[in-house]
């Protein structure tokens, strides 16, 4: 039986705000075609009023009448909401879930052929410039299944196609990677600072540097390191910078910093 809904979503958190936006402001799904549920009201009124989408308290409702169910509520919240979907035979499930593995919330769910999309999406995505692993194997035979949830993401950046046994490497990645940024970014800004610049000309600058040392990266044929070497002339001022992070053990930090963050992410998932 034909759905009314292509897209339910339950949970209307900072996330799902953002996919919801992505694929209305983009015209990807017509947002009639939509259907959105949470327990708080001001939050529904809050996306209605902004993108028209179907909004309802009832997570039944939501799973009943939508082809693609995507769940966008707490991890911690995913047993209580399945519990009340029960009896509901939902086929195609798609999960934003950290750490919520797709065996386990087919075993909540319990009823019928279930397929699961698992992905793992970062804060960029909220202004259409995430970077996403989606582990869709699940629903492989099917192109238009696959089509969609590519399409789905694709409203808000760069996704790739893996395994699930590969999304808590995505986690310690892109998932949590836009806080190092941040933080790298900001170590610029009060380094700047130290050495004469005003806070405006140092975010400016360091702002900047990182945007474009990364469009370079992308845009670029040559590897990172020849591109490192490019700005390191010998005996001159960047060699010297980079001395100082060689010798601190700047790789090795990153690497134990991100072996910590999957680690965590390989926890929450058992």
């Known amino acids: 039986m034909k759905k009314r809904y292509k897209l339910g979503v339950i949970g209307c958190g900072f996330m799902a705000n953002a996919i919801l936006k992505g694929v209305v402001l983009s015209d990807f799904i017509n947002p009639r075609k939509i259907i959105v549920s949470d ?3 001001e939050k529904l009124n809050e996306i209605n009023g902004e993108l028209g989408v179907e909004i309802t308290p009832d997570n039944r409702e939501v799973a009943a009448e939508c082809e693609y169910l995507l769940f966008a509520v707490k991890p911690q919240s995913f047993d209580e909401v399945a519990e009340g979907l029960n009896d509901i035979k939902v086929e195609k499930v798609i999960s934003i879930m950290a750490g919520v593995k797709k065996s386990y ?7 019928g052929l279930i397929r699961v999309a698992r992905c793992m999406p970062n804060l960029p995505c909220s202004i259409g410039s995430g970077a996403m692993g989606v582990d869709m194997s699940d629903f492989n035979k ?5 089509q969609f949830i590519t399409m789905l993401f694709s409203c808000l950046g760069t996704v790739i196609s893996l395994p699930e046994e590969k999304l808590d490497a995505v986690t310690g990645i892109s998932g949590s990677g836009p806080a190092y940024v941040f933080m790298f ?9 130290k050495q004469g610049l005003s806070a405006d000309e140092a975010s400016t600058l360091a702002v900047q540097t990182v945007l474009g040392a990364a469009e370079m990266v ?18 001159g001022t960047t060699i010297e910078a980079v001395k100082v992070l060689e010798e601190n053990n700047f790789r090795g930090i990153v690497d134990k910093a991100v072996a910590a963050c999957v680690e965590r992410s390989k926890e929450l998932s058992k």
Do not use: F, Y
């Open 39 to 41: 327990p708080r009201k």
């Open 105 to 111: 919330i087919k075993n909540a769910l319990g009823v």
């Open 142 to 146: 099917n192109t238009d299944d696959t």
């Open 185 to 193: 970014i900001d170590s610029l800004i009060d380094a700047g600072i």
């Open 218 to 235: 992308q845009n670029s044929d040559k590897p990172i390191a020849e591109l490192i070497k490019s700005v390191c002339s010998k005996g």
